[in-house]
């Protein structure tokens, strides 16, 4: 410090923090030439300008340092700089800057700025000395230019996770300097160039995700020092060319996720140094090689998501190194006879194919197994198999046509997750299955069977996910189920299961998801205390609770959906849910709930409630004006996007698990059940209680609600014209009530309303006709006497007599009548899908009528084809 003489200092990872003073005597080192604080935490601090002083430096490196905000200028005067690393999330770097680095700085070799905030073009001219270049995951803009092709010393390129980063791939010229190319994750777009080839040095090409289209140029095999290939996730279409065999350095080749057709490229075979094949996800047929020797240094083979058919070869399981084999989600008939003892595979999955017979035992030679799928297969059972997996984790054997536990379990201490959901295993759960001591179990499925009698008492203390929907069991709960205190999500819906309910359940401190519908439990809810925070999912719907709605709800903090439907429970309305800022759902459904609804005294209720029913109840009064303006989640404000489709979070705890919350309506008199809820649908069911006054005008507020019923219930006066403000509407049933006057006009804006149901009312005048009124036929209207014009037969101006309104008609009339409601909503019952996380979870419709057969016999008679249901939707009938 005396002197300044010190040319070089390196104080990378030793835990700096706090901030460099403007003025410190770092900056009076006026003959420093290589500064490196690399790995260190100065955060919150910037880049200090008196980084200017340092004019004799040649190497800076800054990166992972936790410096924030603004880059500064001065660092572009730093003419000797060599190599400039400010690699760190946090730094921004403006325009002007940017382009004086790289084209000021012409002695500059090495620039890695990933991934500092860059938000600007890469500039037309840049210094001819870089050789390395790292813009990755900078929020470049702009378009793929040959700028940098052109640079003479250039080695590595990257500029890869850049969105905004377009254009397509420029024609190259001849190039023998390039080593990496990467621009994975990019907007870059058209087809691949045929000059791709003249880059003859290339030892890495990364175009994952990109949108490159046409088929892969023959001249890719001038690529000869090419060690990794990377064209996932892209259009690729055509077959993949046959002089990728030239490729003779190749360790890693992905070109999954195209849409290549064709056989599997059998010169693919000869590339003996190839470690790593993905070719799953395109439209591959026919069979396999008989032989594929050379492949000996195979570690990772995935071919899944194709056509591929035959037998498997046994050539496959032989490979020595191979560590991880996918072949499932093809047509595969069957395994080989004869499997030489594989000591590396681990991992096997062979799902949705078409294998059948016995549990194979040609596996039992795999012996390091730690990874079995196969499951969507025909296989029956494993009666007189022999076989141990010494290190099994994970099996998989949902969806086959087992009808008894796997016997070869026995001898299975390692497992993490086991999943034999969807078989017909029948009858008890057998005493040897219950006493197995799988103290690393984690993930247990047995959803889907035909599993009797109760469940047993020992059950698994390390289990984090419990399934058994959809069995026969029943009898009380055992409380021994509260020892698994780390359980996370537990699904015993749709089981015969009574008694009421453990009182520890309440108290299970990591359980997400509680899910007991469609039992015959009976008492009282449990109470939920401090423990229960993670609670995000409750659905008890489908059985005989009854008292109140436990207050110690509120201590559930993360709850956004809350089931309690089709119960008998005894309740006012419990406002205070609307303190819970999760809360997305609430199904109060078909219980005896009474009073008339008040809103919670806090300034925001339900700020993100989408779906709320509380239809088939008792409530009374007039409908809650101040309870719809809380509802913020179903209000668009101005300049705000919904239009893009996202869905209720999973809850996801590993690769194996994940829950998604679904929602079942009855629309247009088809129930339907969409197994995720997306993040736009709202929809508001207020039907079937003692409801009276008029339609409040505030709800023209909800401009994104998708479905409104508030039928059956005792509402009078005019439909507000206001409700044609709703132009995301799609399904609306005011019937049976007592509203006057004419049908709005306004109405007709409601360009997606696709089900209307007004009929039993004292409505008057003209139908109004446009949109989607002219697709409504004679049931929207039925019972109201004095409407006039088409649809209906009555045509205006005949007769100037009006009727007199009739009362309410009695319960066993209103049955008989039932069929004129429409829509309904029978059901809007919250449950929830899980699975294996293979690909993408699709929407799922289940269909079911429920209007009386005579109905449909004499509605076919009398009503044309052409009107007997509305017209599809052109924008939104693909959601």
């Keep these: 410090m005396l002197t300044g003489h010190a040319i070089r200092l390196e104080l990378s990872c030793i835990l700096f923090g706090g901030s460099i003073h403007p003025n410190s005597s770092l900056f009076q080192l006026h003959r420093l030439q290589t500064l490196n604080l690399a790995y260190n935490d100065f955060y919150p601090s910037s880049i200090p300008n008196g980084i200017r002083r340092l004019t004799n430096l040649r190497h800076l490196n800054l990166s992972d340092s936790s410096f ?29 800057t940017f382009e004086a680095v790289l084209q000021n700085l012409t002695n500059l070799e090495v620039l890695s700025l990933s991934p500092v905030n860059i938000s600007s073009p890469i500039p037309m001219n840049v210094s001819s000395s870089l050789r390395y270049v790292n813009l990755v995951d900078t929020n470049l803009r702009g378009v793929l230019t040959e700028s940098f092709f052109l640079l003479p010393n250039l080695e590595t390129l990257k500029l890869s996770d850049n969105n905004f980063f377009k254009g397509v791939f420029p024609t190259l010229h001849p190039n023998n300097t390039l080593l990496e190319l990467s621009i994975a994750n990019t907007g870059i777009s058209g087809e691949l160039p045929d000059s791709i080839g003249t880059l003859s040095s290339l030892n890495i090409l990364n175009l994952y995700g990109c949108q490159f289209s046409g088929s892969i140029p023959d001249s890719v095999g001038n690529l000869t020092q090419i060690r990794e290939l990377d064209f996932s996730d892209n259009n690729f279409t055509g077959p993949i060319p046959s002089t990728i065999s030239k490729l003779k350095q190749l360790t890693s080749l992905d070109l999954s996720d195209n849409s290549f057709i064709g056989s599997f490229p059998s010169t693919i075979v000869t590339l003996i140094r190839l470690q790593h094949l993905y070719l799953s996800s395109n439209s591959l047929s026919g069979p396999l090689p008989s032989n594929a020797s050379m492949l000996q240094k195979l570690t990772f083979l995935d071919l899944s998501n194709n056509s591929l058919n035959g037998t498997i070869p046994s050539w496959v399981f032989s490979l020595p190194l191979l560590y991880s084999l996918w072949l499932g989600h093809n047509r595969f008939s069957g395994l080989a006879n004869e499997l030489k003892t594989n000591p590396t595979l681990e991992e096997l999955h062979l799902s949705h194919n078409q294998l059948s017979g016995s549990f194979p035992q040609s596996l039992a030679n795999l012996t390091n197994l730690s990874n079995l799928d196969i499951s969507s297969n025909n296989i029956t059972g494993d009666e007189g198999i022999n076989i141990t997996f010494r290190s099994l984790k994970v099996l998989q054997l949902s969806s086959c046509e087992l009808k008894d536990f796997p016997h070869f379990l026995r001898n299975v201490k390692t497992l993490w997750v086991l999943d034999i959901s969807n078989n017909k295993i029948q009858g008890q759960i057998p005493n040897w299955f219950s006493g197995m001591r799988w103290d690393s179990l984690q993930f247990l499925n047995l959803s889907y069977n035909l599993l009797t009698d109760r469940l047993p008492q020992n059950y698994y203390h390390n289990l984090e996910y419990l399934d058994l929907k959809f069995n026969f069991l029943h009898g009380p709960l055992p409380s021994s189920i509260c020892n698994m205190s780390i359980l996370s999500l537990m699904d015993l819906s749709h089981n015969y299961f009574s008694d009421s309910v453990p009182s520890c359940l309440g108290s299970i401190a990591n359980l997400t998801v509680l899910d007991i519908r469609r039992n015959n439990f009976t008492g009282t809810l ?49 406002a205070w849910l609307g303190t819970l800022t999760e809360l997305q759902v609430v199904i109060l459904k078909s219980n005896k709930f009474h009073g008339p609804i008040s809103t919670c005294q806090t300034k925001f209720c339900f700020p993100k409630l ?55 309506l009855v629309i247009k008199g088809q129930e339907i059940e969409l197994e995720r809820i997306n993040t736009i649908m709202t929809a508001i069911d207020l039907s079937s209680n003692h409801f009276e006054g008029v339609i409040p005008k505030t709800l023209k507020n909800l ?15 005019d439909i507000p014209m206001e409700l044609g403000q709703l132009n995301m509407l799609e399904a609306l049933d005011l019937s049976w009530n007592r509203l006057t006057g004419k049908i709005p006009q306004e109405l007709t804006r409601m360009n997606f309303l696709a089900f209307l149901n007004l009929s039993q009312n004292h409505l008057i005048g003209p139908i109004p006709h446009g949109q989607q009124f002219n697709t409504f036929g004679n049931d929207s209207y039925g019972g109201n006497l004095d409407l006039c014009g088409l649809p209906l037969l009555k045509k205006c101006g005949t007769s100037d007599s009006s009727h007199v309104p009739q009362p309410m008609e009695s319960e066993e009339d209103e049955d008989e009548s039932y069929f ?9 019952v919250i449950g929830y899908s899980f699975g294996l996380v293979v690909g993408t979870v699709m929407w799922s419709l289940m269909f079911k009528y429920r209007k009386p057969k005579w109905f449909v016999e004499f509605f076919d008679a009398i009503v044309p084809p052409e009107n007997r249901r509305p017209k599809k939707r052109a924008q939104r009938q693909q959601t």
Aim: charged share 20%; with cysteine.
């Design 610 to 664: 989408r779906i709320f029913d509380l239809s088939c109840n008792v409530f009374s009064g007039s409908l809650p004006a101040k309870v719809f303006g809380n509802f913020k989640a179903m209000i668009k404000l101005d300049g705000e996007d919904t239009g893009e489709i996202k869905y209720m979070k999973p809850s996801e705890k590993s690769f194996y698990i994940m829950y998604e919350d679904s929602v079942r």
């Design 703 to 717: 401009n994104t609600l998708w479905l409104l019923n508030l039928s059956h219930n005792n509402l009078k006066g």
């Design 526 to 574: 449990p109470s939920f205390r401090e423990g229960s925070t993670s609670l995000t999912t409750i659905v008890v719907n489908g059985n005989r609770f009854e008292g109140h709605v436990p207050v110690s709800l509120l201590k559930c903090h993360s709850l956004e959906v809350l089931d309690v439907g089709n119960n008998v429970i005894n309740d006012t309305f419990p």
């Design 68 to 96: 924030y905000g603004k880059i500064p200028t001065e660092i572009s005067n730093l003419s000797n700089l060599v190599s400039l690393e400010l690699s760190g999330y946090g730094l921004q770097l403006d325009k002007r």
């Design 820 to 828: 004129l409601s429409g829509f309904t909503w029978e059901s809007v």
